[in-house]
């Protein structure tokens, strides 16, 4: 996945634990999203929405300390969208790093302008 650079890579702190010491799903949630947009802004440099994320089921939990990477690739340019896919893991350890895979999902990000309306991504040459 874009040769294996990480578009968002963060370390997760105590303030966004739940009350079983684990990450809030929302939090993971909310750094996909960025990492999402920060693709397609790469992409076409425009302004983007969210309009879907796809099957996103949480498969291993987060801690505080872990280190969370969420990776990125193009799955499809369309008119006024791209669609990416992200993929998460979480490194944890000490003295060995142990490295997890967390979620993926496809996300959809619509161009949009100034008001908001759907506008075209220009085609690369």
Request: proline fraction near 6%; hydrophobic fraction near 40%; charged fraction near 25%.
């Amino acid at each position: 996945m874009d040769s294996q650079t990480p578009r968002v890579r963060i370390v997760m702190l105590p303030k966004d634990t739940n009350g079983l010491g684990n990450i809030f799903g929302g939090v993971i949630l909310s750094h996909l999203d960025l990492a999402a947009g920060e693709h397609a802004r790469r992409i076409a440099p425009l302004r983007y929405v969210t309009k879907v994320m796809r099957e996103v089921e949480f498969i291993a939990p987060v801690k505080v300390g872990d280190t969370v990477s969420f990776y990125t690739e193009t799955v499809k340019i369309g008119s006024t969208s791209i669609t990416v896919k992200v993929l998460v893991t979480s490194e944890r350890g000490i003295g060995k790093l142990e490295a997890i895979k967390v979620t993926e999902a496809e996300v959809v990000m619509v161009a949009v302008d100034a008001d908001g309306s759907p506008t075209p991504i220009p085609t690369r040459k």
